[in-house]
């Protein structure tokens, strides 16, 4: 379906499965939603103003004398049996006053009974138009009680029974209800001297009254009334509604693969602040409320969203034509929490057998047309709809597509698990919940934080090893999840105690994870460490006598050391600083055959910088020419390192030379310079690097002045080293002195090369004319010759109107090839004389030579001959003698 079209979504445009027909019937006939009982407790109420017949006017709250008053004026209350009425006090030992016998004289009650009472009462239980009428006083003494029975219907309408517990102080005397598989308890006796207490359920909800242990239970019966057929009749009748969508979602869940979400557009548009479950209003809350119950079981989750449609009209206001899109500006949790921003949707998601977007529908919002000059800009109408979004748990996974920032991920996993607090017991939740969790801790766009120790406890909990190690390793330097972790090894080593198991496999078995997938020793080092200050002291000393054995084995197994290991190698020299005998043993062996690059240039770095600090002068000396002397190869420059603007070894080469000469080791550098040396003899380079090595060459030269070290290294090493990349990779990239390749104003051909096209003939007659500077081609030439000429920057190409209607084109010469050589050829010895400026002094000169540095620095001899460069064949034509001849400087046109 075309997303422009409309919102509708339903099967009028294409056919739809049947479970989609049926979702969207069944979520439009339901207008509520019940629960099978209700109660509540009520400090401050009406006083009914209770008065019997022969005992007058009772005070609240009942005192014993009272009691037994109103006892002496009731009768035993029988109970249905089948088809007749009897009394048997094993069955119901309970007192009763007909309403016939007892008057509710407070004239207040009666709204304080319909609107404080019944109100509540009615939408839990999911009633419309519900009514009450007085049934009953009962009495309830010690020992009274009623066995499990259900009300029966006493007039049309009757649907169920409010109950009316007047103060009275009594214990025991609960109400035990219960309707199919669920069953719940409530209590009238807590707060019962002074409180009064209410309670309703349906009249199919089977219920019994405890035994009262002690004092007086005093209660007003009424019989719930709804005149109206479009009210539930029964509880029966919510359990059908649930059942029948849960039929209908798990056919969805099994006959349909490829749909995973539906849109179900409400009733009433909500502010995002106000977007939750408790918000929702009328029928909404009902729709939603069932979905609530119904989806969990049916394998699916349920949100809340507010969706945008856009409509862009274009430019032109007679064009019918809009760009139309819808989205999900954001998704809630039912419980209000936000856990994604901006999600496509697709106009076949959204379940609604008319939901349109007419050009005569006014829209939400917009960005108002701006008029500029006699154009106008496209109008952006939005329309806002809040919809329940119905997601099969299965694809919750498809939310870490997002991108960064738009999926709030540990709120949505703390949604995803209290559906596994809840149905732990069924497999497909615990199979989905643990999938959706590994995935999370495994993303790397949305990569969870909060919920990390909740995930590595259900890893444990459930037994699921691979849950387990994700979750530690996505937070093993967590401080959260260390402490969680903490916990969990503590109780479990004080089993494996009693069991004498080892303890170091003990440790491989709960931290193996991390030592496994953490590829930076210094991390490592730091979850490790993280790690020790939150176990308890017991296990302490194993645990770091582990800690150094796992660390050091890594440090040597490890095939390459990169430069994040640098924290972790820099503890172990300050550890052993002053044990040259260790270090060059067992330390700095390792650090030279394996250390990359980067990472020596920074253990030099710090070491250097370290030196009166961590390290003696001595101790630094001895640490930098061991390294030097045993990374040779790895210390010396390579051509390619100046291929890249962000490449640092430049900067680091020059960095240890500066402190090779501080430290006094001029022999060790010495050998660095001549493999540098070597290798920049074999390289090759981009010519956009050439600048870089310029400035290295220029940096290298202040470090050797600085330290005046013209006389401490070996000349001959320092001049190969210079008079190598000054001639390779400045002096031979320049070209020869450009020569007249073409005469006069000839220029290379440029036609198509097809026999039968005389426009590109007559095109390169003139290009490659010695003396034409200019040709006009007519209209129905324009394109093709422009797209000839298009590359030549040389060639200027215009349209203009000889006449009005009569359109040309106009091609000119702007320079002839002799003068782009020669423009071409001045600018790079421009820009080479650039790069060589910042050399110029005593110190090349001296080192050179006075010959080699006017070649390589002061760069004699590039300039081409004065005469030649001032001459312009540009202004020169043939004439009919064969001979050049001055003409004027303005190209004639050809026609």
Avoid at 673 to 685: I, N, P, Y
Wanted: aromatic share 8%; hydrophobic share 35%.
């Amino acid at each position: 379906m075309d997303e422009s079209e409309s919102r509708s979504s339903n099967s009028n445009s294409e056919e739809s499965p049947p479970w989609q027909s049926n979702l969207l019937h069944c979520l439009g006939s339901i207008q509520t939603i019940g629960d099978f009982s209700w109660s509540s407790s009520y400090h401050l109420f009406v006083n009914p103003g209770l008065v019997i017949d022969g005992c007058g006017q009772v005070s609240l709250p009942v005192c014993p004398r009272v009691a037994q008053q109103i006892k002496q004026a009731c009768r035993l209350a029988p109970f249905g049996n089948g088809h007749q009425t009897v009394v048997d006090d094993s069955v119901r030992k309970t007192w009763e006053l007909d309403n016939t016998q007892f008057q509710l004289g407070n004239p207040h009650w009666q709204a304080f009974l319909d609107n404080d009472i019944l109100v509540p009462a009615s939408q839990r239980l999911g009633l419309v138009g519900a009514q009450v009428k007085p049934h009953k006083l009962l009495l309830y003494e010690a020992g009274s009680f009623f066995k499990q029975h259900k009300d029966s219907q006493k007039e049309a309408g009757m649907v169920g029974t409010l109950v009316v517990c007047l103060p009275s102080e009594h214990d025991g005397g609960e109400v035990y209800l219960s309707f199919r598989e669920k069953s719940r308890t409530h209590a009238t006796g807590p707060g019962s001297r002074f409180d009064m207490t209410a309670l309703a359920w349906f009249g199919d909800v089977s219920h019994e009254v405890k035994e009262l242990k002690s004092g007086y239970r005093l209660v007003l019966t009424y019989n719930i009334i709804v005149p109206t057929e479009n009210s539930p009749r029964s509880a029966s009748f919510f359990d059908t509604q649930l059942e029948k969508l849960q039929h209908i979602l798990i056919d969805w869940r099994e006959t349909d693969k490829q749909k995973y979400r539906i849109y179900f557009p409400l009733e009433h548009k909500y502010s995002e602040s106000s977007l939750s479950l408790g918000s929702l209003k009328g029928r909404d809350d009902a729709v939603c409320r069932v979905l609530h119950l119904a989806a969990s079981t049916a394998g699916f989750s349920v949100f809340l969203a507010s969706m945008t449609h856009h409509k862009e009209r274009g430019l032109d206001e007679d064009d019918d034509e809009s760009e139309e899109w819808t989205s999900l500006d954001n998704l809630y949790t039912f419980q209000g929490q936000l856990i994604a921003r901006e999600l496509v949707v697709h106009t076949n998601e959204i379940l609604c057998s008319k939901l349109s977007y007419d050009d005569d529908m006014a829209a939400d919002s917009d960005d108002e047309s701006e008029y500029l000059g006699n154009e106008h800009s496209p109008a952006h109408l939005r329309y806002h709809d809040t919809v329940v979004v119905i997601w099969a748990k299965t694809k919750l996974d498809s939310l870490l597509a997002l991108k960064a920032g738009d999926l709030l991920v540990d709120a949505l996993i703390s949604e995803v698990v209290q559906d596994l607090k809840n149905r732990q017991d069924d497999k497909e939740t615990v199979a989905y919940t643990t999938h959706f969790m590994k995935a999370c801790c495994e993303s790397k766009k949305h990569r969870p934080k909060s919920t990390l120790p909740q995930i590595l406890d259900w890893g444990l909990a459930l037994g699921d090893g691979a849950l387990y190690e994700a979750a530690v390793k996505a937070g093993h330097d967590q401080p959260k999840v260390q402490k969680t972790l903490a916990r969990h090894i503590e109780k479990d080593f004080s089993k494996r105690a009693e069991l004498g198991d080892s303890e170091d496999e003990q440790w491989n078995k709960w931290l193996g994870v991390v030592v496994k997938n953490v590829q930076s020793l210094t991390l490592l080092q730091s979850s490790l460490h993280g790690f020790a200050s939150r176990i308890g002291n017991c296990l302490e000393p194993s645990f770091q006598s582990w800690k150094e054995v796992t660390l050091m084995t890594q440090f040597k197994t490890k095939p390459q050391l990169q430069e994040a290991d640098h924290d972790f190698i820099l503890d172990l020299m300050e550890d052993h600083h002053d044990n040259m005998d260790w270090l060059s043993t067992r330390l700095l062996p390792e650090l030279c055959s394996r250390g990359t690059k980067p990472l020596l240039f920074r253990v030099l770095d710090t070491v250097f910088r370290e030196r009166d600090d961590t390290f003696t002068l001595d101790e630094a000396r001895a640490i930098y020419k061991y390294i030097l002397e045993n990374s040779i190869n790895a210390c010396s420059l390579l051509i390619s390192e100046f291929g890249s603007y962000t490449s640092s070894e430049p900067r680091a080469f020059i960095s240890l030379i500066d402190h090779g000469f501080h430290l006094g080791l001029a022999d060790t550098l010495c050998h660095i310079l001549e493999e540098s040396h070597r290798r920049l003899q074999v390289g090759k380079l981009p010519d956009e690097a050439r600048p870089r090595i310029a400035e290295f060459l220029c940096d290298l030269v202040k470090v050797l002045q600085k330290h005046d070290q013209l006389e401490t290294l070996s000349t001959s090493v320092l001049t190969a080293f210079f008079e190598t990349t000054l001639t390779k990779y400045f002096l031979h990239t320049v070209p020869s002195i450009p020569e007249e390749r073409f005469k006069g104003w000839a220029t290379p051909a440029r036609g198509c090369g097809e026999l039968s096209c005389s426009a590109c003939k007559e095109l390169d007659d003139f290009l490659l004319s010695e003396d034409r500077q200019a040709i006009r081609f007519p209209s129905n030439q324009i394109w093709h010759i422009q797209d000839r000429l298009k590359e030549d920057v040389f060639i200027k190409s215009d349209t203009e109107y000889e006449e009005p209607g009569v359109e040309v084109l106009v091609v000119k010469k702007v320079q002839t090839v002799f003068q782009r050589d020669r423009t071409f050829y001045e600018w790079q010895i421009k820009n080479l004389e650039r790069l060589v400026e910042p050399l110029k002094g005593e110190y090349l000169e001296k080192l050179l030579g006075n010959d080699m540095y006017r070649k390589l620095v002061l760069l004699e001899g590039l300039q081409p001959n004065t005469d030649m460069i001032r001459k312009r064949p540009a202004e020169e034509r043939f004439g009919d003698d064969g001979k050049r001849a001055k003409t004027s400087r303005e190209p004639e046109e050809d026609t």
